[in-house]
């Protein structure tokens, strides 16, 4: 089951069985609890994690005090390569949003792979090139949609990663507070609030405790254009 995540990671996906298991051999298994925080913006970073259960929040914090969060991964997910790509502090905190396992890999072990096996690199390659058209396309919304269309956009984004179709519709279990569901948006808890009010009365979708039940994902995936 953990080998499955694992080998579903970028990092892994195009290596043999064996290579697999080598690289796993260097890896070793790390559990957060819920809202343990596993390294700080600015921190040194020498290690790379892959989640195998779980969630965890990447976020910032401007000078403020206000938090913004780029990013909710789960199983199979991959963080920590940017320290080592380009040196300098980590570039966000890590934060376990549920009770979550990662397996973490040292920079110095990843390195060897990166020059010996091409399948590596070219996994990691993706995975920063699928980041940076993630980015750019968050960047386009936040100055051109309004605040709905980008709570509607992330909460079918969301769904596509954790959600389980139920007999009414998709039930997708994210685990953030409001607070948190907003700063991902990159809006007030107000007006995101408002927009998951609005969607609620339209019936399409159904608020619950950490979690949201899309009812129309057309109508949902219209709003989000
Ligand atoms: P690093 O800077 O070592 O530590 C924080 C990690 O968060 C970073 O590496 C990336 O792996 C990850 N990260 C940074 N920005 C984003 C983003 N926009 N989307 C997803 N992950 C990110």
Known sequence: MVDDVLRSALLFRELDDEAAGALRASMTEVHLSR??????????GDRVYVVTEGKVKLG???????????????????FGELSLFDPGPRSATATAVTDTTLWS????DLTPWLSGRPEVA???????????????????????????????????DLSTRFGVPSEEGMRVVH?????????????SRETVNKALADFVSRGWLRLEQRSVVVLDVDRLRRRAR
């Open 35 to 44: 809202g343990e925080t596993l390294f700080r913006e600015g921190d040194e």
């Open 60 to 78: 910032r914090t401007a000078p403020d005090g206000r938090e913004n969060l780029l990013a909710l991964l789960g199983p199979g997910q991959m």
């Open 105 to 108: 890999l040292s920079h110095a």
């Open 122 to 156: 070219r996994g990691l390659l993706l995975q920063l090139a699928s980041r940076l058209r993630r980015s750019n396309d968050i960047q386009t919304d936040l100055v051109f949609s309004d605040v709905p269309g980008r709570v509607a956009k992330q909460l079918l």
């Open 175 to 187: 685990d953030l507070t409001q607070e948190e569901l907003a700063q991902l948006v990159g809006a």
